[in-house]
T-cell receptor, first 111, second 114 residues
Framework: GESVGLHLPTLSVQEGDNSIINCAYS??????FIWYKQESGKGPQFIID?????DKRQGQRVTVLLNKTVKHLSLQIAATQPGDSAVYFC??????????FGKGTRLSVIA | DAGITQSPRHKVTETGTPVTLRCHQT?????MYWYRQDPGHGLRLIHY???????DKGEVSDGYSVSRSKTEDFLLTLESATSSQTSVYFC?????????????FGPGTRLTVT
């Protein structure tokens, strides 16, 4: 709920601009990555995923970029809307263990 | 929420009392998970199950036990609740044979231990 957002890094974006949310992952053996969106008072919801044999994947208004060399993942949201305001988490795994989640970034859209 | 319900949705209990949270799914997914979510820590895995009666510990399992007697139900028990267990608890499910490792989450249970 509302307490999830405390102590999180925050990204403030003007409505209509593009957003870029970054995530550094820790396990070089990870081969699957997911981005989740969590709105206040709700459970995380799947946005997009990518496997390690790809470096880019596009969805509706979202793009995930994967840089395995520096173990970095990013989520790009085009034409950010007020409904995009939420906490965004990246998650990783290598197929043998449950997903490991990052701490999250709060996206705040300024109308 | 992908056919996942959690009960209760909110609970206030006293230190030292036992508490059981229930997760119910209608998706027939093999894997089920319990996470807790706290400010500054993100989602942390408590326990998970990879089949009926098959469970394993996560990174923050101390003080918690789980049971899975049916595919659709995964119970999380706090044998003697402590204030440090005040948190929001999420259940999740996944089905590896679907070709992805995506986990679907329930709506959460807010637990307050006084």
């Amino acid at each position: 709920g509302e307490s999830v957002g405390l102590h999180l890094p925050t990204l403030s974006v003007q409505e209509g601009d593009n957003s870029i949310i970054n995530c550094a992952y820790s396990n070089s053996a990870s081969d699957y990555f997911i981005w989740y969106k969590q709105e206040s008072g709700k459970g995380p919801q799947f946005i997009i995923d990518i496997r390690s044999n790809m470096d880019k994947r596009q969805g509706q208004r979202v793009t995930v970029l994967l840089n395995k060399t520096v173990k970095h993942l990013s989520l790009q949201i085009a034409a950010t809307q007020p409904g995009d305001s939420a906490v965004y988490f990246c998650a990783e795994n290598n197929g043998n263990t449950p997903l490991v989640f990052g701490k999250g970034t709060r996206l705040s859209v300024i109308a | 929420d992908a056919g996942i319900t959690q009960s209760p949705r909110h609970k206030v209990t006293e230190t030292g009392t036992p508490v059981t949270l229930r997760c119910h799914q209608t998706e027939n997914h093999r894997y089920m998970y319990w996470y807790r979510q706290d400010p500054g820590h993100g989602l942390r895995l408590i326990h998970y199950s990879y089949g009926v009666k098959d469970t394993d510990k996560g990174e923050v399992s101390d003080g918690y036990s789980v049971s899975r007697s049916k595919t659709e139900d995964f119970l999380l028990t706090l044998e003697s609740a402590t204030s440090s267990q005040t948190s929001v608890y999420f259940c999740a499910i996944s089905e590896p044979t679907s070709g992805t490792y995506e986990q679907y989450f329930g709506p959460g249970t807010r637990l307050t231990v006084t």
